[in-house]
């Protein structure tokens, strides 16, 4: 038992920093993409929340193109998932340069290779993504992660009213 323990903490950190790795390269592609341009220039101008958002939270928006990835996500899956909570993740904290800012990022958990972010411009500070603005615009980031490389494979414009 105590080795079981021994090779979990072992390979813990090594899991984590390989997440973190993917969510910066992620952020890298959010920061420089013409959706972050329209809110502003400031490259330093974000916040990453410390939620890690549930994958059918975000995954939703995206059926068509999850198909095409070999994941299925289904409508029983989305409607049940929709009330687990977001697990809280303070080394997604690291990827940020200033405290508070009104420009959010959500990342969501991988699955099969997938991600997803969500930037939002939001004037309360250290919003929980359930409670998130619910006006004006937002941008969806859809990710792959093939072997390390992480590719951005669609950006969907979402309006709140």
Known sequence: MKNVITLCYLILPFVISEQ?????????????????????SNPRKYHVSDELIVFSKMGKMFKEQLSENDIELSDYDIVNNDKK???????????NKKK???????????????FFAELIKEKKRNVNYDNRTHFGISYMYMFKNNQGKIKLLKVQKINYN
């Open 20 to 40: 973190m790795v993917q969510y910066k390269d992620a952020l890298e592609i959010i920061i420089n993409s013409n959706e972050y341009s329209s809110y502003t």
């Open 100 to 114: 508070c800012a009104k420009l959010k990022i959500y990342f969501t958990e991988e699955q099969g290779g997938i």
């Open 85 to 95: 909570k977001n697990t809280i993740d303070k080394t997604l904290l690291d990827l």
